[in-house]
T-cell receptor, first 114, second 113 residues
Framework: ETGVTQTPRHLVMGMTNKKSLKCEQH?????MYWYKQSAKKPLELMFV???????ENNSVPSRFSPECPNSSHLFLHLHTLQPEDSALYLC?????????????FGSGTRLTVV | GENVEQHPSTLSVQEGDSAVIKCTYS??????FPWYKQELGKRPQLIID?????GEKKDQRIAVTLNKTAKHFSLHITETQPEDSAVYFC????????????FGKGTHLIIQP
C-alpha cells in the first residue's frame, strides 16, 4: 500500500448510470490529481487540485465532475458516460511542490462503460 | 500547454545490455523531469527525476540526462535485468506543479533473456 487508496478497483456501468470514484491519501500531500489511462492515449491529465482548489481542468467533458472536499479526499463523479470513456482512472497526490518526492499514484479504478 | 514526445514506443534489448529512452518537451518553462515505471497491472512508480539546475543524475543502474537548450532528456538503464521489463513514462512540469505533470506516451521495454 503506497498511501493512496482508490475505490472501487473495478466498475462496470451503463451509459445512463451515475457513479462516483473515490481517492484517499494520508501522506500529508496538498495536491491531488485525476488521470485517465487508456491504450491509445496513456496518462492524460484530467483535473488538478491544490489545497482543495481546482487549478487545472484539461478540457474534460462535463460528464466528469470532480470534487475535493479536503486535501485528503478526491472524488470523480460520473454520469451519462460513453463507451470510449472506458479506461483506467488513476488518482495521484503530491507535495504542492511536485519535485518533492514526485507523485504517489493509487492502484486505479478500471472503468467499463457498457 | 506542455507537450512531451517519447521514443521509442517499444524497445527490446538483450539482458545485460543498456537501454536508452528519449523524450523531448515543448515548454521552455518546464524545469522538473521525472521518470515513472509501470509494471503490468500495477500503478506507475517514480524511479528517478531531475531538475533543471543539473545536467545528469544517477542512481545505481539508472541515469537521467537533461539538455535544456535542446529541450530533451533521456533515461539510461545499464546492465538490464528481467525485472526491468515494464512501461516507462517520462514527464515534465514546472516545479510548482500547479498545472500537473504532462506525460509522454510511454516506452514498453522488453528484456530478452
Amino acid at each position: 500500500e503506497t498511501g493512496v487508496t482508490q475505490t472501487p478497483r473495478h466498475l462496470v456501468m451503463g451509459m445512463t448510470n451515475k457513479k462516483s470514484l473515490k481517492c484517499e491519501q494520508h501522506l500529508g500531500h496538498n495536491a491531488m490529481y485525476w488521470y485517465k489511462q487508456s491504450a491509445k492515449k496513456p496518462l492524460e491529465l484530467m483535473f488538478v487540485y491544490n489545497f482543495k482548489e481546482q487549478t487545472e481542468n484539461n478540457s474534460v467533458p462535463s460528464r466528469f465532475s470532480p470534487e475535493c472536499p479536503n486535501s485528503s479526499h478526491l472524488f470523480l463523479h460520473l454520469h451519462t458516460l460513453q463507451p470510449e470513456d472506458s479506461a483506467l482512472y488513476l488518482c495521484a497526490s503530491s507535495h504542492e511542490q511536485v519535485y518533492v518526492y514526485g507523485y504517489t499514484f493509487g492502484s486505479g479504478t478500471r472503468l467499463t462503460v457498457v | 500547454g506542455e507537450n512531451v514526445e517519447q521514443h521509442p514506443s517499444t524497445l527490446s534489448v538483450q539482458e545485460g545490455d543498456s537501454a536508452v529512452i528519449k523524450c523531448t518537451y515543448s515548454d521552455s518553462a518546464s524545469n522538473y523531469f521525472p521518470w515513472y515505471k509501470q509494471e503490468l497491472g500495477k500503478r506507475p512508480q517514480l524511479i528517478i527525476d531531475i531538475r533543471s539546475n543539473v545536467g545528469e543524475k544517477k542512481d545505481q543502474r539508472i541515469a537521467v540526462t537533461l539538455n535544456k537548450t535542446a529541450k530533451h532528456f533521456s533515461l539510461h538503464i545499464t546492465e538490464t535485468q528481467p525485472e526491468d521489463s515494464a512501461v516507462y513514462f517520462c514527464a515534465a512540469s514546472n516545479e510548482g506543479g500547479a498545472d500537473g505533470l504532462t506525460f509522454g506516451k510511454g516506452t514498453h521495454l522488453i528484456i530478452q533473456p
